[in-house]
C-alpha cells in the first residue's frame, strides 16, 4: 500500500497534472501551447456593440451649427440607460456628437479631452479646429478597424473655422464627408429629408434651424423605436459653444388611432 503515499499526507490524486482552470503543457508540443501565458494574456475584440445608442442630427444655419441627439442609451431593444449625454463640447469651436456604442464614445471622449487639455498646458494660443478633429477622427477609426477592432461609432463634427460653419461625419469605418445636414443612424431615413427640403427653401437663421431640428426630433421619437423623449441640442456660432440642458419633447398620442395595423 506504499503507493498510495502516507495516510496523513496523501499523494495528489493527479501528479504532474495541470492545475484546475490552467492550461497543460504536454511534452513535445511546448511551441504549440500558450507556455507561460494566462487567461489575461488573450484578447477577445468586441463582435457587436452592447449599449448603443441612436441617431445624432446636425444642420448648419447662416452662422453656425445645430447638433441635436437624444440621451437614451439601449441594451439590446431595452431602454435600459434614460442618462446618456453624447453631445460634447470640445472647445470654444468644436461641438461633437456621437451615435453607437456608448462605452465606445466614451473611450475616445477621454482621449479628446486629454488633447485638448495638452493644448492648453503648451499654451501657444492655438486652438483644435473642426476640420483638424474631423480629419483626426478618420484616422483613428480607420486604424481601429484595420485592425479588426472598430469603434462602433458615427460622429459628427460641427464647428467654426476661419469664421465660416463647418459640418462633418465619420463612421466606424473611417468614412467622412461634409454637408450642410446630416443625421445618422434611424435619421438618416426619416430626418434627412425633413432637413433638406427646409434648406432648399432658402438659408435658416438660428431659430428656424432649432426649431426644425426639434421637429426632427419629435418625429423621431414616434417613428424610431429605439429613440427618447429626452434630448439635448448644442450651438456653436463665433460666438462660442452652448450646449443646452436636456429638454422633454411634448409629445401626443391622440394620433395613435389613425394608425391601422395589418
Not at 456593440?49 to 448648419?60: D, F
Not at 438660428?206 to 426649431?211: D, I, M, Q, V
Request: some cysteine.
Amino acid at each position: 500500500m506504499a503507493f498510495m503515499g502516507d495516510v496523513l499526507n496523501p499523494l495528489p490524486l493527479w501528479q504532474n497534472g495541470p492545475t484546475p482552470g490552467s492550461f497543460y503543457n504536454f511534452p513535445g508540443n511546448a511551441s504549440l501551447g500558450p507556455v507561460g501565458r494566462t487567461v489575461q494574456d488573450f484578447k477577445a475584440h468586441s463582435a457587436n456593440p452592447i449599449t448603443t445608442t441612436t441617431t445624432v442630427i446636425g444642420l448648419k444655419f447662416d452662422k453656425g451649427c445645430v447638433i441635436a441627439a437624444d440621451t437614451l442609451g439601449s441594451y439590446g431593444s431595452l431602454a435600459r440607460f434614460r442618462d446618456c449625454p453624447r453631445v460634447l463640447k470640445v472647445n470654444d469651436l468644436i461641438l461633437l456628437g456621437s451615435g453607437g456604442d456608448y462605452a465606445d464614445y466614451q473611450y475616445l471622449k477621454d482621449i479628446i479631452e486629454q488633447k485638448i487639455i495638452d493644448e492648453q498646458c503648451i499654451g501657444d494660443g492655438l486652438q483644435l479646429k473642426p476640420k483638424s478633429l474631423h480629419c483626426w477622427l478618420t484616422r483613428v477609426l480607420y486604424n481601429k478597424r484595420s485592425k479588426m477592432d472598430p469603434l462602433w461609432n458615427n460622429y459628427v463634427v460641427a464647428g467654426i473655422q476661419d469664421g465660416e460653419p463647418f459640418l462633418g461625419a465619420v463612421d466606424k469605418l473611417g468614412t467622412a464627408y461634409e454637408d450642410a445636414t446630416i443625421a445618422t443612424g434611424m435619421g438618416a431615413y426619416m430626418a434627412t429629408p425633413l432637413l433638406r427640403d427646409a434648406l432648399e427653401k432658402g438659408p435658416l437663421d438660428e431659430e428656424s434651424a432649432k426649431a426644425l431640428v426639434r421637429k426632427c426630433m419629435e418625429v423621431l421619437f414616434y417613428r424610431d423605436a429605439r429613440s427618447f423623449p429626452r434630448y439635448q441640442l448644442g450651438v456653436v456660432t463665433a460666438d462660442g459653444v452652448i450646449v443646452e440642458e436636456p429638454v422633454e419633447l411634448k409629445h401626443d398620442w391622440t394620433l395613435a388611432h389613425m394608425i391601422q395595423m395589418k
